[in-house]
Protein backbone atom coordinates (compact mmCIF):
# COMPACT_ATOMS: atom_id res chain seq x y z
CA UNK A 1 0.00 0.00 0.00
CA UNK A 2 1.36 3.36 -1.31
CA UNK A 3 1.59 6.08 2.14
CA UNK A 4 -1.25 8.11 1.53
CA UNK A 5 -2.63 7.21 -1.48
CA UNK A 6 -6.89 6.19 -2.02
CA UNK A 7 -8.65 4.79 -4.73
CA UNK A 8 -10.77 7.01 -7.21
CA UNK A 9 -13.55 5.68 -8.92
CA UNK A 10 -14.45 6.84 -12.42
CA UNK A 11 -17.94 8.23 -12.68
CA UNK A 12 -18.01 9.33 -16.13
CA UNK A 13 -15.46 10.37 -19.06
CA UNK A 14 -15.87 11.89 -22.22
CA UNK A 15 -13.73 12.89 -25.29
CA UNK A 16 -13.27 16.80 -25.16
CA UNK A 17 -10.96 16.74 -28.34
CA UNK A 18 -9.29 13.69 -30.62
CA UNK A 19 -6.27 13.90 -28.42
CA UNK A 20 -8.02 14.92 -24.83
CA UNK A 21 -10.02 13.27 -22.82
CA UNK A 22 -11.58 14.43 -20.06
CA UNK A 23 -12.62 11.67 -16.81
CA UNK A 24 -14.50 12.53 -13.14
CA UNK A 25 -13.99 10.55 -10.46
CA UNK A 26 -15.33 10.14 -7.03
CA UNK A 27 -13.23 9.24 -3.73
CA UNK A 28 -14.02 5.69 -2.82
CA UNK A 29 -13.90 6.52 0.75
CA UNK A 30 -15.94 9.32 0.31
CA UNK A 31 -13.81 12.30 2.00
CA UNK A 32 -13.23 15.30 0.60
CA UNK A 33 -9.97 16.42 -1.53
CA UNK A 34 -9.21 19.67 -0.30
CA UNK A 35 -7.16 20.79 -3.01
CA UNK A 36 -6.23 24.38 -4.26
CA UNK A 37 -7.22 25.36 -7.75
CA UNK A 38 -4.09 24.73 -9.52
CA UNK A 39 -2.34 21.47 -7.41
CA UNK A 40 -2.69 18.05 -9.35
CA UNK A 41 -2.83 14.38 -8.03
CA UNK A 42 -0.51 11.54 -8.67
CA UNK A 43 -1.44 8.25 -10.18
CA UNK A 44 0.34 5.15 -9.07
CA UNK A 45 0.40 2.10 -11.65
CA UNK A 46 1.55 -1.15 -11.30
CA UNK A 47 3.01 -2.71 -13.87
CA UNK A 48 4.68 -5.96 -13.71
CA UNK A 49 5.22 -5.13 -9.84
CA UNK A 50 6.78 -1.90 -10.29
CA UNK A 51 4.62 1.19 -9.29
CA UNK A 52 4.99 4.07 -12.11
CA UNK A 53 3.73 7.74 -11.36
CA UNK A 54 1.91 9.91 -13.18
CA UNK A 55 0.19 13.38 -12.48
CA UNK A 56 -2.47 15.25 -13.53
CA UNK A 57 -3.88 18.81 -13.25
CA UNK A 58 -7.20 18.92 -11.53
CA UNK A 59 -9.69 20.49 -14.14
CA UNK A 60 -12.28 20.06 -11.42
CA UNK A 61 -14.50 23.87 -11.04
CA UNK A 62 -15.20 24.18 -8.00
CA UNK A 63 -18.45 25.00 -6.89
CA UNK A 64 -19.47 23.51 -9.86
CA UNK A 65 -18.65 19.75 -9.26
CA UNK A 66 -17.54 17.84 -6.51
CA UNK A 67 -15.72 14.90 -8.64
CA UNK A 68 -12.17 15.07 -9.12
CA UNK A 69 -11.78 15.96 -12.54
CA UNK A 70 -8.80 15.55 -14.94
CA UNK A 71 -7.57 16.47 -18.88
CA UNK A 72 -5.49 13.24 -20.07
CA UNK A 73 -3.28 13.95 -23.67
CA UNK A 74 -3.32 11.06 -24.96
CA UNK A 75 0.75 9.76 -25.73
CA UNK A 76 0.94 7.28 -28.15
CA UNK A 77 1.96 4.00 -25.99
CA UNK A 78 2.13 5.88 -22.84
CA UNK A 79 1.61 3.80 -19.82
CA UNK A 80 -0.81 6.30 -18.58
CA UNK A 81 -2.36 6.89 -21.27
CA UNK A 82 -3.30 3.12 -21.86
CA UNK A 83 -5.01 2.42 -18.68
CA UNK A 84 -6.96 6.60 -18.49
CA UNK A 85 -8.28 5.80 -21.95
CA UNK A 86 -9.48 2.03 -21.40
CA UNK A 87 -11.07 2.97 -17.43
CA UNK A 88 -14.51 2.22 -17.61
CA UNK A 89 -17.31 4.26 -15.24
CA UNK A 90 -17.03 1.89 -11.43
CA UNK A 91 -13.58 1.27 -12.23
CA UNK A 92 -10.60 2.15 -9.93
CA UNK A 93 -7.38 3.78 -9.76
CA UNK A 94 -4.82 4.63 -7.07
CA UNK A 95 -3.81 8.19 -6.15
CA UNK A 96 -1.78 10.48 -3.80
CA UNK A 97 -2.02 14.32 -3.57
CA UNK A 98 -3.02 16.84 -3.98
CA UNK A 99 0.84 18.82 -4.68
CA UNK A 100 1.94 21.60 -6.29
CA UNK A 101 2.10 25.44 -5.72
CA UNK A 102 1.01 26.81 -9.17
CA UNK A 103 -1.36 28.40 -7.25
CA UNK A 104 -2.58 32.12 -6.42
CA UNK A 105 -1.78 33.36 -3.41
CA UNK A 106 -2.93 36.51 -1.49
CA UNK A 107 -1.21 39.22 -3.54
CA UNK A 108 -2.73 41.83 -5.82
CA UNK A 109 -0.86 41.92 -8.74
CA UNK A 110 -2.44 44.25 -11.91
CA UNK A 111 -2.48 41.20 -13.90
CA UNK A 112 -2.26 37.22 -14.17
CA UNK A 113 -1.19 36.40 -17.27
CA UNK A 114 -1.49 32.35 -17.32
CA UNK A 115 0.10 30.52 -20.32
CA UNK A 116 -0.65 27.11 -20.74
CA UNK A 117 -0.16 24.42 -23.46
CA UNK A 118 -2.99 21.94 -24.18
CA UNK A 119 -4.30 19.64 -21.14
CA UNK A 120 -2.16 22.87 -19.30
CA UNK A 121 -5.17 25.06 -19.61
CA UNK A 122 -6.38 22.84 -16.64
CA UNK A 123 -5.39 24.54 -13.43
CA UNK A 124 -6.47 27.84 -14.86
CA UNK A 125 -10.20 26.41 -15.13
CA UNK A 126 -10.40 25.10 -11.49
CA UNK A 127 -9.38 28.79 -10.68
CA UNK A 128 -12.21 30.61 -12.67
CA UNK A 129 -14.03 30.63 -9.44
CA UNK A 130 -11.43 32.49 -7.52
CA UNK A 131 -10.46 34.67 -10.21
CA UNK A 132 -13.78 35.51 -11.03
CA UNK A 133 -13.86 36.79 -7.12
CA UNK A 134 -11.35 38.98 -7.72
CA UNK A 135 -11.98 39.86 -10.65
CA UNK A 136 -15.28 41.27 -8.86
CA UNK A 137 -13.60 42.78 -6.23
CA UNK A 138 -10.31 44.13 -7.08
CA UNK A 139 -8.80 46.17 -10.19
CA UNK A 140 -7.45 42.87 -12.10
CA UNK A 141 -6.86 42.07 -15.34
CA UNK A 142 -6.49 38.09 -16.04
CA UNK A 143 -5.41 36.95 -19.28
CA UNK A 144 -5.63 32.74 -20.39
CA UNK A 145 -2.96 32.53 -23.64
CA UNK A 146 -3.78 28.72 -24.57
CA UNK A 147 -1.56 27.15 -27.55
CA UNK A 148 -2.77 23.82 -29.45
CA UNK A 149 -2.29 22.68 -32.43
CA UNK A 150 -5.16 23.75 -33.89
CA UNK A 151 -9.17 24.39 -33.77
CA UNK A 152 -10.00 21.28 -32.96
CA UNK A 153 -7.63 20.62 -30.36
CA UNK A 154 -8.66 23.45 -28.51
CA UNK A 155 -10.39 22.77 -24.94
CA UNK A 156 -12.58 24.18 -22.92
CA UNK A 157 -12.85 26.97 -25.18
CA UNK A 158 -16.17 27.62 -24.43
CA UNK A 159 -16.04 28.22 -20.92
CA UNK A 160 -13.37 30.66 -20.99
CA UNK A 161 -15.35 32.96 -23.48
CA UNK A 162 -18.36 32.17 -21.57
CA UNK A 163 -16.25 34.13 -18.64
CA UNK A 164 -14.71 36.76 -21.03
CA UNK A 165 -18.21 37.96 -22.08
CA UNK A 166 -19.15 38.38 -18.05
CA UNK A 167 -15.93 40.35 -16.78
CA UNK A 168 -14.66 42.79 -18.95
CA UNK A 169 -11.20 42.53 -17.46
CA UNK A 170 -10.96 38.66 -18.42
CA UNK A 171 -9.50 37.68 -21.59
CA UNK A 172 -8.85 34.34 -23.38
CA UNK A 173 -6.81 34.25 -26.53
CA UNK A 174 -6.23 30.70 -28.35
CA UNK A 175 -2.30 30.54 -30.38
CA UNK A 176 -2.49 27.75 -33.09
CA UNK A 177 1.09 26.74 -33.68
CA UNK A 178 -0.26 25.12 -37.10
CA UNK A 179 -2.97 26.81 -39.54
CA UNK A 180 -5.46 29.78 -38.47
CA UNK A 181 -8.72 28.57 -39.76
CA UNK A 182 -10.13 31.11 -42.45
CA UNK A 183 -12.44 33.06 -40.64
CA UNK A 184 -10.23 33.26 -37.42
CA UNK A 185 -12.69 35.04 -35.06
CA UNK A 186 -11.04 37.44 -32.84
CA UNK A 187 -9.42 35.93 -29.85
CA UNK A 188 -7.91 32.87 -32.42
CA UNK A 189 -4.00 33.51 -33.15
CA UNK A 190 -1.37 32.22 -35.07
CA UNK A 191 2.38 30.69 -33.60
CA UNK A 192 3.56 29.62 -30.63
CA UNK A 193 1.34 30.93 -27.16
CA UNK A 194 4.83 32.56 -26.32
CA UNK A 195 4.74 34.78 -29.52
CA UNK A 196 1.55 36.78 -27.49
CA UNK A 197 4.04 38.29 -25.17
CA UNK A 198 5.15 40.83 -27.64
CA UNK A 199 2.24 43.27 -27.35
CA UNK A 200 1.29 42.23 -23.80
CA UNK A 201 3.70 44.88 -22.48
CA UNK A 202 5.03 42.56 -19.91
CA UNK A 203 6.10 44.33 -16.90
CA UNK A 204 7.13 42.20 -13.52
CA UNK A 205 6.10 45.13 -10.75
CA UNK A 206 2.70 44.50 -12.51
CA UNK A 207 2.16 41.47 -13.57
CA UNK A 208 1.84 37.67 -12.54
CA UNK A 209 3.06 34.76 -15.25
CA UNK A 210 1.63 31.36 -14.90
CA UNK A 211 3.63 29.02 -17.32
CA UNK A 212 1.82 25.37 -17.35
CA UNK A 213 2.45 22.16 -19.98
CA UNK A 214 5.13 21.66 -22.83
CA UNK A 215 8.75 22.06 -20.88
CA UNK A 216 9.98 23.55 -24.51
CA UNK A 217 7.03 26.02 -24.11
CA UNK A 218 8.12 26.83 -20.12
CA UNK A 219 12.01 27.27 -21.15
CA UNK A 220 11.38 29.72 -24.28
CA UNK A 221 8.95 31.47 -22.19
CA UNK A 222 10.97 31.86 -19.14
CA UNK A 223 13.77 32.88 -20.98
CA UNK A 224 11.95 35.28 -22.84
CA UNK A 225 10.71 36.83 -19.16
CA UNK A 226 14.01 36.94 -17.89
CA UNK A 227 15.00 39.54 -19.93
CA UNK A 228 12.05 41.40 -19.28
CA UNK A 229 13.07 41.28 -15.61
CA UNK A 230 11.03 38.81 -14.14
CA UNK A 231 12.23 36.07 -11.74
CA UNK A 232 11.08 32.99 -10.31
CA UNK A 233 8.51 35.55 -7.73
CA UNK A 234 7.01 37.04 -10.72
CA UNK A 235 6.38 33.48 -12.54
CA UNK A 236 5.07 30.29 -11.54
CA UNK A 237 5.90 27.58 -13.40
CA UNK A 238 4.79 23.84 -14.28
CA UNK A 239 6.24 21.33 -16.76
CA UNK A 240 4.06 17.93 -17.97
CA UNK A 241 7.61 16.19 -18.14
CA UNK A 242 6.55 12.46 -17.76
CA UNK A 243 8.04 10.79 -14.44
CA UNK A 244 9.02 8.20 -16.16
CA UNK A 245 9.97 4.86 -15.37
C1 LIG B 1 2.96 18.11 -12.30
C2 LIG B 1 2.50 17.46 -13.58
C3 LIG B 1 1.19 17.63 -14.00
C4 LIG B 1 0.75 17.03 -15.18
N1 LIG B 1 -0.54 17.21 -15.56
C5 LIG B 1 -0.97 16.66 -16.71
C6 LIG B 1 -2.33 16.87 -17.15
O1 LIG B 1 -3.12 17.54 -16.49
N2 LIG B 1 -2.71 16.27 -18.30
C7 LIG B 1 -1.84 15.50 -19.06
O2 LIG B 1 -2.25 14.98 -20.10
N3 LIG B 1 -0.57 15.29 -18.66
C8 LIG B 1 -0.12 15.84 -17.51
N4 LIG B 1 1.16 15.62 -17.11
C9 LIG B 1 1.97 14.65 -17.87
C10 LIG B 1 1.58 13.23 -17.40
O3 LIG B 1 1.97 13.06 -16.05
C11 LIG B 1 2.23 12.13 -18.21
O4 LIG B 1 3.61 12.33 -18.26
C12 LIG B 1 1.72 12.05 -19.63
O5 LIG B 1 0.32 11.89 -19.62
C13 LIG B 1 2.30 10.84 -20.37
O6 LIG B 1 2.16 9.71 -19.57
P1 LIG B 1 2.06 8.25 -20.20
O7 LIG B 1 2.32 7.28 -19.06
O8 LIG B 1 0.81 8.07 -20.98
O9 LIG B 1 3.27 8.16 -21.21
P2 LIG B 1 4.72 7.54 -20.89
O10 LIG B 1 4.59 6.04 -20.73
O11 LIG B 1 5.35 8.29 -19.77
O12 LIG B 1 5.49 7.89 -22.20
C14 LIG B 1 5.46 7.10 -23.40
C15 LIG B 1 6.45 7.69 -24.39
O13 LIG B 1 6.01 8.97 -24.84
C16 LIG B 1 6.95 10.00 -24.49
N5 LIG B 1 6.13 11.12 -23.98
C17 LIG B 1 5.68 11.31 -22.73
N6 LIG B 1 4.92 12.41 -22.65
C18 LIG B 1 4.89 12.93 -23.89
C19 LIG B 1 4.27 14.06 -24.47
N7 LIG B 1 3.54 14.91 -23.74
N8 LIG B 1 4.44 14.27 -25.80
C20 LIG B 1 5.17 13.43 -26.54
N9 LIG B 1 5.80 12.34 -26.06
C21 LIG B 1 5.66 12.09 -24.75
C22 LIG B 1 7.83 9.39 -23.41
O14 LIG B 1 9.13 9.98 -23.42
C23 LIG B 1 7.84 7.93 -23.78
O15 LIG B 1 8.79 7.69 -24.78
C24 LIG B 1 1.64 16.22 -15.94
C25 LIG B 1 2.97 16.05 -15.52
C26 LIG B 1 3.39 16.65 -14.36
C27 LIG B 1 4.81 16.45 -13.91
Known amino acids: MIKNSFPLVLEWAKQITPRVRHLAFSREDQADL ?14 DGKVLRRSYSIATIPGKSELIEIA ?12 LYGLKPGEKITV ?31 MMPMLAERLADQQLEVMVLL ?18 QQYPNFHFRAYYSRKLPEQAQDFEHQGYVQTSFADLNLEPSRDIVFLCGNPDMIDDAFTVLKDKGFDAKTVRREKYISSGF
Not at 34 to 47: E, M, R, W
Not at 103 to 117: F, K, M
Open 34 to 47: AFTPGQFITIHIDV
Open 72 to 83: AGRVEGGIATTL
Open 96 to 126: TGPFGRLILRDEQPSRYVLVATGTGVTPYRS
Open 147 to 164: GVRNRDELLYADEFLSYA
